[in-house]
Protein backbone atom coordinates (compact mmCIF):
# COMPACT_ATOMS: atom_id res chain seq x y z
CA UNK A 1 0.00 0.00 0.00
CA UNK A 2 1.29 3.26 -0.85
CA UNK A 3 2.24 6.21 1.55
CA UNK A 4 -1.01 7.50 1.57
CA UNK A 5 -2.58 4.47 2.81
CA UNK A 6 -5.81 6.12 2.39
CA UNK A 7 -5.85 6.13 -1.28
CA UNK A 8 -5.79 2.21 -1.26
CA UNK A 9 -7.64 1.08 1.63
CA UNK A 10 -11.12 -0.83 1.89
CA UNK A 11 -13.13 0.83 4.55
CA UNK A 12 -15.69 -1.20 6.54
CA UNK A 13 -18.03 1.13 8.57
CA UNK A 14 -19.92 -0.53 11.01
CA UNK A 15 -22.36 0.40 14.56
CA UNK A 16 -20.34 -1.56 17.71
CA UNK A 17 -23.70 -1.82 19.24
CA UNK A 18 -25.13 -3.52 16.53
CA UNK A 19 -22.36 -5.78 15.49
CA UNK A 20 -21.38 -8.56 17.97
CA UNK A 21 -22.24 -9.09 21.62
CA UNK A 22 -19.68 -10.68 23.50
CA UNK A 23 -21.32 -10.90 27.01
CA UNK A 24 -24.91 -11.29 26.41
CA UNK A 25 -26.48 -7.76 27.22
CA UNK A 26 -28.37 -7.18 24.14
CA UNK A 27 -25.93 -4.90 23.08
CA UNK A 28 -22.81 -5.55 20.71
CA UNK A 29 -19.43 -4.22 22.02
CA UNK A 30 -15.75 -4.26 21.80
CA UNK A 31 -14.68 -7.57 22.76
CA UNK A 32 -17.34 -8.98 20.37
CA UNK A 33 -15.93 -6.29 17.59
CA UNK A 34 -12.65 -8.03 18.57
CA UNK A 35 -14.11 -11.47 17.95
CA UNK A 36 -14.90 -10.72 14.62
CA UNK A 37 -11.88 -9.18 12.82
CA UNK A 38 -10.33 -12.17 11.78
CA UNK A 39 -13.88 -12.39 9.40
CA UNK A 40 -13.25 -8.68 8.41
CA UNK A 41 -9.41 -9.24 7.82
CA UNK A 42 -10.69 -12.51 5.60
CA UNK A 43 -13.21 -10.08 3.47
CA UNK A 44 -10.44 -7.60 3.11
CA UNK A 45 -11.26 -5.03 4.96
CA UNK A 46 -7.64 -2.27 5.67
CA UNK A 47 -9.76 0.06 7.74
CA UNK A 48 -12.57 0.05 10.19
CA UNK A 49 -15.09 3.08 10.67
CA UNK A 50 -16.56 3.13 13.87
CA UNK A 51 -20.11 5.22 14.21
CA UNK A 52 -19.91 7.34 17.82
CA UNK A 53 -18.73 5.52 20.44
CA UNK A 54 -19.09 8.00 22.91
CA UNK A 55 -21.01 7.98 26.15
CA UNK A 56 -24.79 9.79 25.12
CA UNK A 57 -28.18 9.04 26.27
CA UNK A 58 -28.57 8.32 22.53
CA UNK A 59 -31.39 10.28 20.93
CA UNK A 60 -29.84 10.28 18.10
CA UNK A 61 -27.66 7.06 17.57
CA UNK A 62 -24.74 8.45 19.38
CA UNK A 63 -24.28 11.26 17.65
CA UNK A 64 -25.39 13.52 21.15
CA UNK A 65 -22.48 12.69 22.90
CA UNK A 66 -21.99 14.00 26.92
CA UNK A 67 -18.31 13.29 26.88
CA UNK A 68 -15.98 13.18 23.73
CA UNK A 69 -12.84 11.45 26.36
CA UNK A 70 -14.52 7.90 27.39
CA UNK A 71 -16.55 5.42 25.61
CA UNK A 72 -20.29 4.69 26.32
CA UNK A 73 -20.29 1.80 29.19
CA UNK A 74 -22.61 -0.41 27.21
CA UNK A 75 -19.62 -1.03 24.18
CA UNK A 76 -17.19 -1.71 27.02
CA UNK A 77 -13.82 0.30 28.60
CA UNK A 78 -11.24 2.75 27.39
CA UNK A 79 -9.43 -0.59 27.78
CA UNK A 80 -11.20 -2.49 25.47
CA UNK A 81 -11.44 0.17 23.05
CA UNK A 82 -7.58 -0.14 23.15
CA UNK A 83 -7.03 -3.53 22.99
CA UNK A 84 -9.67 -3.43 19.85
CA UNK A 85 -7.29 -0.84 18.41
CA UNK A 86 -4.18 -3.08 19.03
CA UNK A 87 -5.94 -6.88 17.97
CA UNK A 88 -7.15 -4.30 14.72
CA UNK A 89 -3.36 -3.23 14.38
CA UNK A 90 -1.99 -6.86 14.42
CA UNK A 91 -3.82 -7.85 11.38
CA UNK A 92 -3.06 -4.92 9.45
CA UNK A 93 -6.92 -2.95 9.85
CA UNK A 94 -6.77 0.38 11.06
CA UNK A 95 -9.31 1.80 13.06
CA UNK A 96 -11.19 5.85 12.89
CA UNK A 97 -14.03 7.10 14.49
CA UNK A 98 -16.55 9.75 14.37
CA UNK A 99 -15.76 13.05 15.12
CA UNK A 100 -19.23 14.85 16.32
CA UNK A 101 -18.05 18.39 17.67
CA UNK A 102 -20.85 20.10 15.39
CA UNK A 103 -22.68 19.67 18.66
CA UNK A 104 -23.23 18.11 21.82
CA UNK A 105 -25.88 16.71 24.25
CA UNK A 106 -28.17 18.92 26.21
CA UNK A 107 -27.77 17.00 28.97
CA UNK A 108 -23.30 17.73 28.20
CA UNK A 109 -22.34 19.55 31.67
CA UNK A 110 -20.98 22.05 29.07
CA UNK A 111 -24.12 22.98 28.24
CA UNK A 112 -26.21 22.03 31.61
CA UNK A 113 -23.07 24.41 32.63
CA UNK A 114 -24.02 27.01 30.09
CA UNK A 115 -27.67 27.25 30.24
CA UNK A 116 -27.12 27.68 34.10
CA UNK A 117 -26.43 31.55 34.10
CA UNK A 118 -24.85 33.98 31.54
CA UNK A 119 -21.57 33.93 33.94
CA UNK A 120 -20.90 30.42 33.24
CA UNK A 121 -17.50 29.69 32.02
CA UNK A 122 -19.58 27.90 29.07
CA UNK A 123 -21.35 30.00 28.16
CA UNK A 124 -20.28 30.96 24.81
CA UNK A 125 -19.15 27.70 24.36
CA UNK A 126 -22.32 27.54 22.81
CA UNK A 127 -24.63 29.69 20.97
CA UNK A 128 -27.03 32.28 21.89
CA UNK A 129 -29.49 34.76 20.93
CA UNK A 130 -31.55 36.97 23.45
CA UNK A 131 -34.79 37.79 21.02
CA UNK A 132 -36.65 35.13 18.81
CA UNK A 133 -34.54 35.06 15.74
CA UNK A 134 -36.05 35.33 11.90
CA UNK A 135 -34.41 32.50 10.75
CA UNK A 136 -35.54 29.80 13.63
CA UNK A 137 -37.51 27.54 11.23
CA UNK A 138 -35.20 28.01 8.10
CA UNK A 139 -32.31 25.38 7.64
CA UNK A 140 -33.43 22.05 8.87
CA UNK A 141 -31.25 19.60 8.19
CA UNK A 142 -34.19 16.89 9.16
CA UNK A 143 -37.69 17.58 7.84
CA UNK A 144 -40.77 16.36 8.98
CA UNK A 145 -38.78 15.23 12.62
CA UNK A 146 -37.43 18.63 12.86
CA UNK A 147 -39.31 22.27 13.09
CA UNK A 148 -36.92 24.89 13.96
CA UNK A 149 -32.79 25.41 14.20
CA UNK A 150 -32.90 28.41 17.57
CA UNK A 151 -35.44 27.15 20.45
CA UNK A 152 -35.94 28.73 23.93
CA UNK A 153 -34.28 27.67 26.92
CA UNK A 154 -36.60 28.79 29.97
CA UNK A 155 -33.24 28.14 32.28
CA UNK A 156 -30.83 30.61 30.37
CA UNK A 157 -33.57 32.58 29.18
CA UNK A 158 -32.02 32.67 26.11
CA UNK A 159 -32.40 31.37 22.22
CA UNK A 160 -29.94 28.35 21.64
CA UNK A 161 -28.99 27.53 18.18
CA UNK A 162 -29.08 24.25 16.92
CA UNK A 163 -28.51 22.83 13.07
CA UNK A 164 -29.88 19.22 14.10
CA UNK A 165 -32.00 18.27 16.67
CA UNK A 166 -33.15 20.57 19.43
CA UNK A 167 -31.49 18.79 22.22
CA UNK A 168 -28.41 18.94 19.66
CA UNK A 169 -26.89 22.38 20.79
CA UNK A 170 -23.92 23.99 18.26
CA UNK A 171 -20.86 24.54 19.66
CA UNK A 172 -19.55 27.69 18.90
CA UNK A 173 -16.32 27.28 17.06
CA UNK A 174 -15.69 31.29 16.86
CA UNK A 175 -14.63 30.66 20.46
CA UNK A 176 -11.03 29.94 20.67
CA UNK A 177 -11.55 27.73 23.78
CA UNK A 178 -13.83 25.44 21.61
CA UNK A 179 -11.24 25.11 18.69
CA UNK A 180 -8.38 24.57 21.33
CA UNK A 181 -10.99 21.76 22.94
CA UNK A 182 -11.22 19.56 19.66
CA UNK A 183 -8.00 19.64 19.07
CA UNK A 184 -7.28 18.42 22.57
CA UNK A 185 -10.07 15.72 21.87
CA UNK A 186 -8.34 14.46 18.47
CA UNK A 187 -5.03 14.60 19.94
CA UNK A 188 -6.51 12.48 22.97
CA UNK A 189 -7.57 9.89 20.27
CA UNK A 190 -4.34 9.93 18.21
CA UNK A 191 -2.53 9.25 21.23
CA UNK A 192 -4.45 5.87 21.75
CA UNK A 193 -3.70 4.98 18.60
CA UNK A 194 -6.96 6.01 16.39
CA UNK A 195 -5.50 6.31 12.71
CA UNK A 196 -8.18 9.11 12.07
CA UNK A 197 -11.52 10.89 12.11
CA UNK A 198 -14.50 11.13 9.79
CA UNK A 199 -15.96 14.30 10.19
CA UNK A 200 -19.50 14.80 11.17
CA UNK A 201 -21.36 17.67 9.16
CA UNK A 202 -18.21 19.49 8.59
CA UNK A 203 -19.89 22.79 6.36
CA UNK A 204 -22.02 23.04 10.48
CA UNK A 205 -18.77 23.34 11.90
CA UNK A 206 -17.16 26.11 10.29
CA UNK A 207 -20.61 28.22 10.25
CA UNK A 208 -20.05 31.19 11.41
CA UNK A 209 -23.85 31.37 12.82
CA UNK A 210 -25.17 34.60 13.06
CA UNK A 211 -28.73 35.45 14.07
CA UNK A 212 -31.35 36.39 11.98
CA UNK A 213 -29.00 35.59 8.84
CA UNK A 214 -29.70 32.01 7.20
CA UNK A 215 -26.77 32.22 5.01
CA UNK A 216 -23.93 32.78 7.64
CA UNK A 217 -20.56 32.56 6.41
CA UNK A 218 -17.95 29.67 6.82
CA UNK A 219 -14.60 29.31 8.24
CA UNK A 220 -12.26 27.56 6.98
CA UNK A 221 -9.25 28.47 8.42
CA UNK A 222 -10.47 26.51 11.00
CA UNK A 223 -9.90 23.57 8.85
CA UNK A 224 -6.32 24.12 7.85
CA UNK A 225 -5.41 24.67 11.95
CA UNK A 226 -7.16 21.14 12.49
CA UNK A 227 -5.78 19.28 9.69
CA UNK A 228 -1.91 21.13 10.58
CA UNK A 229 -2.75 19.47 14.41
CA UNK A 230 -3.79 16.55 13.72
CA UNK A 231 -1.02 16.17 10.99
CA UNK A 232 1.73 16.89 13.67
CA UNK A 233 0.43 14.31 15.95
CA UNK A 234 0.27 11.89 13.73
CA UNK A 235 1.90 12.21 10.41
CA UNK A 236 -0.59 9.58 8.82
CA UNK A 237 -3.73 10.23 10.20
CA UNK A 238 -6.47 11.07 8.26
CA UNK A 239 -9.12 13.16 8.39
CA UNK A 240 -12.78 11.88 6.25
CA UNK A 241 -15.26 14.51 6.25
CA UNK A 242 -18.91 14.45 5.32
CA UNK A 243 -19.52 17.85 3.09
CA UNK A 244 -23.02 17.71 1.06
CA UNK A 245 -22.67 20.82 -0.94
CA UNK A 246 -22.35 21.96 -4.35
CA UNK A 247 -20.07 20.87 -6.85
CA UNK A 248 -18.07 24.78 -7.39
CA UNK A 249 -17.47 24.39 -3.36
CA UNK A 250 -16.03 20.87 -2.80
CA UNK A 251 -12.61 22.35 -3.86
CA UNK A 252 -11.92 24.68 -0.83
CA UNK A 253 -12.88 21.89 1.91
CA UNK A 254 -9.60 20.12 0.68
CA UNK A 255 -7.51 22.87 0.44
CA UNK A 256 -6.89 26.66 0.37
CA UNK A 257 -7.03 28.81 -3.01
CA UNK A 258 -3.15 28.21 -3.18
CA UNK A 259 -4.27 24.58 -5.06
CA UNK A 260 -2.19 22.59 -1.59
CA UNK A 261 -4.34 20.20 0.01
CA UNK A 262 -3.58 21.46 3.46
CA UNK A 263 -7.21 20.90 4.76
CA UNK A 264 -9.65 17.34 4.51
CA UNK A 265 -7.76 14.36 2.72
CA UNK A 266 -11.31 12.66 1.80
CA UNK A 267 -14.88 13.98 1.26
CA UNK A 268 -17.53 11.26 0.28
CA UNK A 269 -18.50 11.70 -2.82
CA UNK A 270 -22.08 12.55 -2.73
CA UNK A 271 -22.79 13.85 -6.30
CA UNK A 272 -21.21 10.48 -7.74
CA UNK A 273 -23.72 8.70 -5.00
CA UNK A 274 -26.85 10.09 -6.35
CA UNK A 275 -26.01 10.03 -9.70
CA UNK A 276 -24.87 6.08 -9.55
CA UNK A 277 -28.52 5.36 -7.85
CA UNK A 278 -29.80 7.80 -10.78
CA UNK A 279 -27.82 5.58 -13.35
CA UNK A 280 -28.90 1.92 -11.77
CA UNK A 281 -32.33 3.46 -11.69
CA UNK A 282 -32.04 4.40 -15.17
CA UNK A 283 -30.54 1.09 -16.26
CA UNK A 284 -28.47 4.19 -18.17
CA UNK A 285 -24.62 5.30 -17.42
CA UNK A 286 -24.86 8.93 -18.73
CA UNK A 287 -24.92 10.19 -15.23
CA UNK A 288 -21.94 8.30 -13.92
CA UNK A 289 -20.17 9.57 -17.03
CA UNK A 290 -21.27 13.65 -16.26
CA UNK A 291 -19.96 12.64 -12.67
CA UNK A 292 -17.11 11.23 -14.00
CA UNK A 293 -16.64 14.84 -16.35
CA UNK A 294 -18.10 17.25 -13.64
CA UNK A 295 -15.35 15.96 -10.94
CA UNK A 296 -13.07 19.29 -9.55
CA UNK A 297 -9.54 19.00 -9.89
CA UNK A 298 -8.17 17.68 -6.39
CA UNK A 299 -4.97 18.77 -4.87
CA UNK A 300 -2.04 16.15 -4.34
CA UNK A 301 -3.33 13.83 -1.75
CA UNK A 302 -6.99 14.63 -1.89
CA UNK A 303 -9.17 11.78 -2.16
CA UNK A 304 -12.93 10.64 -2.88
CA UNK A 305 -14.75 8.21 -0.68
CA UNK A 306 -17.08 6.45 -2.58
CA UNK A 307 -20.55 4.56 -1.32
CA UNK A 308 -23.54 3.38 -2.36
CA UNK A 309 -25.47 2.93 0.91
CA UNK A 310 -23.99 4.56 4.43
CA UNK A 311 -25.61 4.72 7.68
CA UNK A 312 -27.92 7.48 7.07
CA UNK A 313 -30.48 7.47 4.03
CA UNK A 314 -29.36 7.60 0.18
CA UNK A 315 -29.64 11.53 -0.07
CA UNK A 316 -31.01 12.07 -3.80
CA UNK A 317 -30.84 16.01 -3.00
CA UNK A 318 -28.79 16.91 -5.47
CA UNK A 319 -30.46 15.35 -8.07
CA UNK A 320 -33.35 17.72 -10.13
CA UNK A 321 -36.89 16.76 -9.32
CA UNK A 322 -37.27 14.20 -12.00
CA UNK A 323 -34.25 12.96 -11.43
CA UNK A 324 -35.12 11.95 -7.74
CA UNK A 325 -38.71 11.05 -8.82
CA UNK A 326 -37.27 8.30 -11.19
CA UNK A 327 -34.81 6.66 -8.62
CA UNK A 328 -37.35 6.90 -5.87
CA UNK A 329 -40.09 5.34 -8.38
CA UNK A 330 -37.20 2.24 -8.79
CA UNK A 331 -35.75 2.13 -5.79
CA UNK A 332 -38.31 3.55 -2.90
CA UNK A 333 -41.78 3.73 -4.56
CA UNK A 334 -43.93 3.34 -1.04
CA UNK A 335 -43.89 6.45 1.51
CA UNK A 336 -42.73 4.28 4.38
CA UNK A 337 -39.29 3.82 2.28
CA UNK A 338 -38.75 7.45 2.04
CA UNK A 339 -37.07 9.61 4.05
CA UNK A 340 -37.11 13.66 5.09
CA UNK A 341 -38.40 14.09 1.36
CA UNK A 342 -35.30 13.63 -0.44
CA UNK A 343 -34.06 10.07 0.84
CA UNK A 344 -34.62 6.29 1.03
CA UNK A 345 -34.08 4.49 3.88
CA UNK A 346 -33.18 0.94 2.70
CA UNK A 347 -30.53 -1.54 2.14
CA UNK A 348 -28.68 -2.14 -1.27
CA UNK A 349 -30.23 -5.82 -1.52
CA UNK A 350 -33.86 -4.89 -1.62
CA UNK A 351 -33.94 -2.24 -3.47
CA UNK A 352 -32.72 -4.33 -6.38
CA UNK A 353 -35.39 -7.29 -5.49
CA UNK A 354 -32.59 -9.34 -4.15
CA UNK A 355 -31.54 -9.78 -7.39
CA UNK A 356 -27.90 -11.49 -7.17
CA UNK A 357 -26.50 -9.97 -10.97
CA UNK A 358 -27.91 -6.83 -10.07
CA UNK A 359 -26.33 -6.51 -6.70
CA UNK A 360 -22.92 -7.31 -8.00
CA UNK A 361 -23.18 -5.22 -10.63
CA UNK A 362 -23.56 -2.57 -8.52
CA UNK A 363 -20.69 -2.74 -6.38
CA UNK A 364 -18.62 -3.95 -9.17
CA UNK A 365 -19.38 -0.85 -10.13
CA UNK A 366 -18.35 1.12 -7.07
CA UNK A 367 -15.82 -0.54 -6.41
CA UNK A 368 -14.21 0.39 -9.83
CA UNK A 369 -14.64 4.09 -9.91
CA UNK A 370 -12.18 6.59 -8.61
CA UNK A 371 -11.66 7.10 -4.75
CA UNK A 372 -11.74 4.81 -2.37
CA UNK A 373 -14.58 2.15 -1.31
CA UNK A 374 -16.53 2.56 1.41
CA UNK A 375 -19.12 -0.67 2.85
CA UNK A 376 -21.72 -0.84 5.21
CA UNK A 377 -21.44 -4.18 7.12
CA UNK A 378 -24.11 -6.32 6.06
CA UNK A 379 -24.10 -5.40 3.05
CA UNK A 380 -21.34 -8.03 1.69
CA UNK A 381 -23.80 -10.74 2.83
CA UNK A 382 -27.21 -8.82 1.11
CA UNK A 383 -29.10 -7.59 4.47
CA UNK A 384 -32.29 -6.00 4.10
CA UNK A 385 -33.93 -3.45 6.51
CA UNK A 386 -36.77 -3.12 8.96
CA UNK A 387 -38.63 -0.65 7.83
CA UNK A 388 -40.74 -0.99 11.11
CA UNK A 389 -38.06 1.06 12.61
CA UNK A 390 -38.11 4.56 12.93
CA UNK A 391 -36.06 7.07 10.41
CA UNK A 392 -32.09 5.64 9.95
CA UNK A 393 -32.88 2.71 12.40
CA UNK A 394 -34.20 1.05 9.26
CA UNK A 395 -30.82 0.51 8.05
CA UNK A 396 -29.07 -0.45 11.92
CA UNK A 397 -30.07 -3.93 12.39
CA UNK A 398 -28.00 -6.38 14.10
CA UNK A 399 -25.22 -8.38 11.92
CA UNK A 400 -26.17 -11.57 11.13
CA UNK A 401 -23.78 -14.37 11.73
CA UNK A 402 -25.16 -17.14 12.09
CA UNK A 403 -28.30 -19.74 11.91
CA UNK A 404 -28.45 -19.07 16.12
CA UNK A 405 -31.31 -17.37 17.82
CA UNK A 406 -30.75 -13.59 16.91
CA UNK A 407 -28.51 -14.50 14.07
CA UNK A 408 -25.83 -14.97 16.26
CA UNK A 409 -25.72 -11.94 17.06
CA UNK A 410 -26.51 -12.00 20.62
CA UNK A 411 -27.75 -14.45 23.43
CA UNK A 412 -29.96 -12.29 25.34
CA UNK A 413 -33.49 -12.45 25.19
CA UNK A 414 -35.00 -10.86 21.96
CA UNK A 415 -36.65 -8.10 23.69
CA UNK A 416 -33.36 -6.89 25.07
CA UNK A 417 -31.65 -6.75 21.75
CA UNK A 418 -30.81 -2.77 21.56
CA UNK A 419 -32.78 -3.33 17.98
CA UNK A 420 -34.76 -6.71 16.31
CA UNK A 421 -32.88 -8.49 14.39
CA UNK A 422 -34.60 -9.23 11.18
CA UNK A 423 -35.79 -12.89 11.28
CA UNK A 424 -38.53 -13.06 8.83
CA UNK A 425 -38.77 -13.22 4.68
CA UNK A 426 -36.12 -13.39 2.20
CA UNK A 427 -33.54 -11.54 4.64
CA UNK A 428 -34.48 -12.84 8.02
CA UNK A 429 -31.22 -14.42 9.60
CA UNK A 430 -32.71 -17.86 8.95
CA UNK A 431 -31.55 -17.00 4.58
CA UNK A 432 -29.08 -14.28 5.02
CA UNK A 433 -26.32 -15.13 7.63
CA UNK A 434 -22.49 -15.25 7.49
CA UNK A 435 -22.36 -18.87 8.00
CA UNK A 436 -24.63 -19.63 5.64
CA UNK A 437 -22.44 -17.77 2.75
CA UNK A 438 -19.09 -19.07 4.37
CA UNK A 439 -19.48 -22.52 3.29
CA UNK A 440 -20.61 -21.38 0.17
CA UNK A 441 -18.09 -21.03 -2.18
CA UNK A 442 -20.11 -19.33 -4.99
CA UNK A 443 -22.17 -17.05 -2.49
CA UNK A 444 -22.43 -13.19 -2.22
CA UNK A 445 -19.65 -13.06 0.96
CA UNK A 446 -17.06 -14.90 -1.05
CA UNK A 447 -17.79 -12.68 -4.23
CA UNK A 448 -16.82 -9.91 -2.32
CA UNK A 449 -13.85 -11.27 -0.69
CA UNK A 450 -12.47 -12.29 -4.24
CA UNK A 451 -13.93 -8.52 -5.93
CA UNK A 452 -11.67 -7.05 -2.94
CA UNK A 453 -8.90 -8.74 -3.57
CA UNK A 454 -9.02 -8.32 -6.95
CA UNK A 455 -8.93 -4.30 -6.06
CA UNK A 456 -5.67 -4.68 -3.87
CA UNK A 457 -4.06 -6.09 -6.78
CA UNK A 458 -5.65 -3.03 -8.94
CA UNK A 459 -4.05 -0.04 -7.34
CA UNK A 460 -4.55 2.54 -10.40
CA UNK A 461 -7.85 2.72 -9.16
CA UNK A 462 -7.66 4.01 -5.71
CA UNK A 463 -4.60 6.28 -6.21
CA UNK A 464 -4.30 6.78 -10.24
CA UNK A 465 -7.09 8.68 -12.46
CA UNK A 466 -10.08 7.77 -13.60
CA UNK A 467 -11.83 8.34 -17.23
CA UNK A 468 -15.18 7.56 -19.28
CA UNK A 469 -13.67 5.34 -22.37
CA UNK A 470 -15.19 7.85 -24.85
CA UNK A 471 -15.83 5.38 -28.21
CA UNK A 472 -19.71 4.22 -28.98
CA UNK A 473 -21.20 1.92 -26.69
CA UNK A 474 -24.82 -0.20 -26.56
CA UNK A 475 -27.45 1.20 -24.54
CA UNK A 476 -26.43 0.85 -21.06
CA UNK A 477 -22.70 0.36 -20.84
CA UNK A 478 -20.51 2.42 -19.33
CA UNK A 479 -16.28 2.01 -19.81
CA UNK A 480 -13.68 3.78 -18.02
CA UNK A 481 -10.09 2.95 -17.09
CA UNK A 482 -7.88 3.27 -14.55
CA UNK A 483 -4.31 5.03 -14.88
CA UNK A 484 -1.75 4.77 -12.64
CA UNK A 485 2.14 4.07 -12.50
CA UNK A 486 1.72 0.19 -12.31
CA UNK A 487 -0.54 0.54 -15.07
CA UNK A 488 -3.74 0.53 -16.36
CA UNK A 489 -7.11 -1.40 -16.27
CA UNK A 490 -9.91 -1.07 -17.99
CA UNK A 491 -13.54 -1.23 -16.67
CA UNK A 492 -16.89 -2.47 -18.57
CA UNK A 493 -20.46 -2.37 -16.77
CA UNK A 494 -23.72 -3.27 -18.35
CA UNK A 495 -26.46 -1.63 -16.46
CA UNK A 496 -28.82 -2.83 -18.96
CA UNK A 497 -30.70 -6.51 -18.96
CA UNK A 498 -29.76 -7.32 -22.31
CA UNK A 499 -26.44 -8.68 -23.58
CA UNK A 500 -24.51 -6.89 -25.75
CA UNK A 501 -21.35 -6.92 -27.67
CA UNK A 502 -18.59 -3.92 -26.97
CA UNK A 503 -15.43 -2.68 -29.48
CA UNK A 504 -12.72 -1.43 -27.41
CA UNK A 505 -9.96 -1.78 -30.70
CA UNK A 506 -8.84 1.28 -30.37
CA UNK A 507 -7.25 0.50 -27.03
CA UNK A 508 -5.49 -2.26 -28.84
CA UNK A 509 -2.36 -0.37 -29.00
CA UNK A 510 -1.68 -0.12 -25.43
CA UNK A 511 -2.26 -3.38 -24.46
CA UNK A 512 0.25 -5.72 -23.43
CA UNK A 513 -1.56 -9.11 -23.28
CA UNK A 514 -4.69 -8.05 -21.73
CA UNK A 515 -6.39 -10.41 -19.64
CA UNK A 516 -9.88 -10.45 -17.55
CA UNK A 517 -9.34 -10.22 -13.78
CA UNK A 518 -12.93 -10.55 -12.50
CA UNK A 519 -16.15 -10.97 -14.66
CA UNK A 520 -19.49 -12.06 -13.71
CA UNK A 521 -19.40 -14.97 -15.87
CA UNK A 522 -16.80 -16.77 -17.93
CA UNK A 523 -16.26 -14.54 -21.36
CA UNK A 524 -13.33 -16.31 -23.14
CA UNK A 525 -10.18 -14.61 -24.22
CA UNK A 526 -9.98 -10.95 -24.36
CA UNK A 527 -8.13 -10.99 -27.81
CA UNK A 528 -8.00 -7.69 -29.96
CA UNK A 529 -10.84 -5.91 -27.53
CA UNK A 530 -12.65 -5.87 -30.15
CA UNK A 531 -15.77 -7.98 -29.93
CA UNK A 532 -16.06 -7.96 -26.03
CA UNK A 533 -18.95 -9.44 -24.96
CA UNK A 534 -20.83 -8.88 -21.52
CA UNK A 535 -24.01 -10.02 -20.60
CA UNK A 536 -27.05 -8.16 -19.04
CA UNK A 537 -26.63 -6.59 -15.73
CA UNK A 538 -22.77 -8.18 -16.42
CA UNK A 539 -19.10 -6.55 -15.86
CA UNK A 540 -15.99 -6.99 -16.89
CA UNK A 541 -12.33 -5.88 -15.09
CA UNK A 542 -9.56 -6.07 -17.63
CA UNK A 543 -6.16 -5.70 -17.23
CA UNK A 544 -4.95 -4.00 -19.99
CA UNK A 545 -1.42 -3.68 -19.11
CA UNK A 546 1.26 -3.87 -16.06
CA UNK A 547 4.51 -1.23 -15.56
CA UNK A 548 7.30 -3.54 -15.38
CA UNK A 549 8.90 -1.20 -13.08
CA UNK A 550 6.21 -2.18 -10.18
Known sequence: MGDRWYSEAVVYCLDVDTYADSDGDGVGDFRGLIGRLDYLARLGVTCLWLNPIHPSPNQDDGYDATDFYNVDPRLGTLGDFAELLHQAQNRGIRVIIDLVVNHTSDQHPWFQ???????????????????????RH?????????????????????????????????????NPKVRAEIKKITSFW???????????????????????????????????????????????????AEANVEPDQLPVYFGDGGGSGNRIHMLFDFMLNGRLMLALAR??????????????????????ATFLRNHDEIDL?????????????????????????????RRLAPMLGN?????????????????????RYGEEIGMGENLALDGRDAIRTPMQWSYKENGGFSTADPEKLIRPVIDKGDFGYQQVNVTAQRGDSTSLLAWFERMIRTLREAPEIGSGSTSHIDVPMPAGVLAHRADGPTGTMVFLHNLGTEDVEVDLSTLAAEADLPIDVLTDRGYGDVGKLDSLKLGGHGYRWIRLCRSTTY
Open 113 to 135: SARSSPDSPYRDWYVWADQEPAD
Open 138 to 174: QGMVFPGEQHETWSYDRTAKAWFYHRFYKFQPDLNIE
Open 283 to 304: EDPEAIIDALRDTPKLPTGGQW
Open 317 to 345: SRLTADQRNDVLAKFGPDENMQLYGRGIR
Open 355 to 375: DRRHIELAYALQFSLRGTPVL
Open 190 to 240: LQLGVSGFRMDAVPFIIEQTEPGNPNAPKDFDFITDLRQHVQWRRGDAVLL
